[in-house]
């Protein structure tokens, strides 16, 4: 894939995220891919394959559930990315972190998350 490509996909990634579009945002990965997830039933859980992956990005999506997000630093290079987040809760916390992405025949092939605790 072109950087162009990349950066088209995690634009319309990022959208179906922020939607908790799972849908889209499903329809964003390869049928194979990995899911390294910053939390989980375990921290760090892996997901492999677009019914465990649906699986985790919901259990994401109800944790992380009135944030508003925030992206930055996003870098592609070489069929890879990686960008910063930022979750901003209505109580005035916040958590950070960033994920490292893989992409495969136009589709995220793996996304490993990283989170930092909660701070306020």
Not at 92 to 118: E, H, N, P, Q
Request: proline fraction near 1%; charged fraction near 25%; include cysteine.
């Amino acid at each position: 894939m072109t950087n162009t490509e990349i950066k088209s996909l995690l634009e319309t990634f990022a959208a179906a995220w922020d939607a908790r579009d799972i849908t889209k945002v499903m329809a964003c990965f390869d049928g194979e891919a990995t899911y390294f997830a910053s939390v989980g039933l375990l921290p760090g859980e892996k997901a492999v394959g677009h019914t465990a992956i649906s699986k985790l990005v919901n259990h994401m999506f109800d944790t992380d559930k009135g944030s508003i997000s925030q992206l930055s630093n996003v870098l592609i290079s070489n069929n890879q990315a990686a960008w910063k987040w930022r979750y901003d809760f209505s109580d005035g916390s916040y958590v950070v972190g960033c994920d490292f992405f893989k992409f495969k025949d136009g589709r995220i092939a793996l996304k490993d998350a990283y989170r930092k605790a909660y701070t306020s």
